[in-house]
């Protein structure tokens, strides 16, 4: 089993207000740390739909999980497919966390991480879309420092859009490591104190690769519309894009009756940074459906 400590874990539990009984889904069940803590909560006979769109994390969840028996259904698929993954019922509490997960980040043939060499892959689900090497090798100057500054916030988007293609010109790009020492050289600093210069630039090709902010805010307004009443829902966010959306969402919602859980995001705390730097840009959000509010047609 893969080491693994999900971040803000006792937070999102108590957020979610976890009861025997109930049905939960977290769509983003990663390597299966909050789901776990969900399946215990929720004994001995409440139960959780898993949902990842990374097939080999799931399966890696699905053996963890496996002492929880039929208390829990695997699903491969997106989160935004959780409307239609729930039928006609009705969940009590929703999680997702939007972060890449660890066995992502430490599989250096994912492509995920520029600190280790692997293929520019990116891509979380494996057995569909565009690759970033398709991306670093394929858009043109302008839509790629487009990419990296829209997603990534990178100020230096042009120079590092046109060494890339400087570079390509000769050979294409086919590593991690290869993107990373052009954007290395492209970046005279990091942007501030202990980020790699190649941080943004990963982040945006990451977003665009997974479409990570297509329609979130809509998707996450027909998940919550999809809870029971007084039914939770829980969104842990990892950089501002992310957490601007939801923000937005959950702003929305509390016009339609829906009551706000956090006025601002809760962050980890100190110790957890300590045990777990990769924690330290998590924000967590939610939202309670009302129990007064009529199901949602």
Known sequence: MLHHEPVLLAEAMELLAVRPGGLYVDGTAGLGGHAQAILERCAPDGRLIAVDRDAETLAEAARRLAPFGDRVRFVHADYREIPRLLGTEEPDGVLLDLGVSSAQLDDAARGFSFQAEGPLDMRMDRSQGTTAADAVNRLDEEELASVIYRFGEERRSRRIARAIVETRRRSPL?????????????????GRPGLDPATRTFQALRIYVNRELEELGAALGAIARRLAPGGRFAVIAFHSLEDREVKQCFRGLATEGFRLLTKKPLRPGDDETRRNPRSRSARLRGVERRPSLEAAA
Do not use: G, M, Q
Request: hydrophobic fraction near 35%; aromatic fraction near 0%.
């Open 174 to 190: 086919a590593t991690t490591t290869d993107l990373a020492a052009i954007v290395r050289r492209s970046s005279r600093t990091s």
